[in-house]
């Protein structure tokens, strides 16, 4: 079994193919780091958005689902939200992502994330009621925010 520190040179691994556009060698890397640490929530974490991010929604939904409910990191609701909607399960990833707002209800990449879903719902007022207060605290922030939801969705 490999170490922990093992599992993280894979992850910082599996990151340098996604940038080189080598997306299986990435997913067999993130592969690799589940193997060693198969509980370490960082890594599953890690590990789930390689694989979102090399096209494999499913397989990232399958690392993350059986989340601990006593999860405290909003990245987790947050991964497995962006694996259902790749999957076209948009209510389920609203779900998960207003359990990442009770997590961190400050967090406007998330409260975007969730207007981003609102939107492909076609629910386009909760939408704009969702992102319309934090744009004017941070308009620069939310427009880089939006741009990133929409190439993510």
């Known amino acids: 079994m490999l170490s922990h520190r093992q599992a993280w040179?894979?992850?910082?691994?599996?990151?340098?193919?996604?940038?080189?556009?080598?997306?299986e060698n990435a997913r067999a890397q993130a592969r690799v780091a589940l193997e060693a640490c198969p509980e370490d929530e960082r890594v599953r974490i890690q590990a789930?958005?390689?694989?979102?991010?090399?096209?494999?929604?499913?397989?990232?939904l399958a690392v993350l689902e059986g989340a601990p409910e006593q999860t405290r990191n909003p990245a987790w609701p947050v991964a497995a939200a962006l694996a259902c909607t790749d999957l076209d399960d948009c209510e389920k990833g609203l779900a998960l992502i207003s359990r990442a707002l009770k997590?961190?209800?400050?967090?406007?990449?998330?409260?975007?994330?969730?207007?981003?879903?609102?939107?492909?719902?076609?629910?386009?007022?909760?939408?704009?009621?969702?992102?319309?207060?934090?744009?004017?605290?941070?308009p620069r922030v939310i427009g880089?925010?939006?741009l990133e939801v929409e190439r993510t969705l």
């Open 48 to 60: 789930a958005l390689v694989l979102l991010d090399n096209d494999d929604p499913a397989a990232a």
């Open 144 to 146: 880089r925010l939006l």
């Open 9 to 23: 040179k894979a992850i910082q691994k599996a990151w340098q193919l996604t940038a080189r556009a080598e997306p």
């Open 103 to 138: 997590m961190e209800p400050q967090n406007l990449l998330v409260r975007a994330l969730r207007g981003a879903v609102h939107l492909r719902l076609g629910q386009f007022d909760t939408a704009q009621r969702d992102i319309a207060g934090h744009v004017e605290a941070a």
